[in-house]
């Protein structure tokens, strides 16, 4: 399986920045399909916040358009989020998601989730 290792969190205040990255380690790894980052707030739902598919498209949920932007780096195999003009409603535990297809079965592919990294928006 693909470990997802996530980094960028820690607390803000409105108004500010964060940037999230997302690292995939593993040499099964044949192709990143689709990668995406959701949210999951306290006693809330996880959400789907931005996907990126692997040929760049990009596609953002209605409450992040405009402030956040996502990228990834094919040759670091990193999936990026940056986050512009915070809001305190923005606070949760953030989520990388990848579809990967393993070098061991070219025709198929599976899920990988990180393990989340808490974004606070306070002051």
């Known amino acids: 399986q693909v470990q997802l290792v996530e980094s960028g969190g820690g607390l803000v205040q409105p108004g500010g920045s964060l940037s999230l990255s997302c690292t995939a380690s593993?040499?099964?790894?044949?192709?990143?399909?689709?990668m995406d980052w959701y949210r999951q707030a306290p006693g809330k739902e996880r959400e789907l916040v931005a996907t990126?598919?692997?040929?760049?498209?990009?596609n953002y949920a209605d409450s992040v358009k405009g402030r956040f932007t996502i990228s990834r780096d094919y040759a670091k195999r990193t999936l990026y989020l940056q986050m512009n003009r915070l809001k305190p409603e923005d606070t949760a535990v953030y989520y990388c998601?990848?579809?990967?297809?393993?070098?061991?079965?070219?025709?198929?592919?599976?899920?990988?989730w990180g393990q989340g990294t808490q974004v606070t928006v306070s002051s």
């Open positions: 998601h990848a579809q990967v297809t393993p070098v061991y079965a070219r025709d198929s592919s599976y899920d990988s």
């Open positions: 990126i598919t692997s040929g760049g498209a990009t």
């Open positions: 593993s040499e099964r790894i044949f192709r990143l399909n689709a």
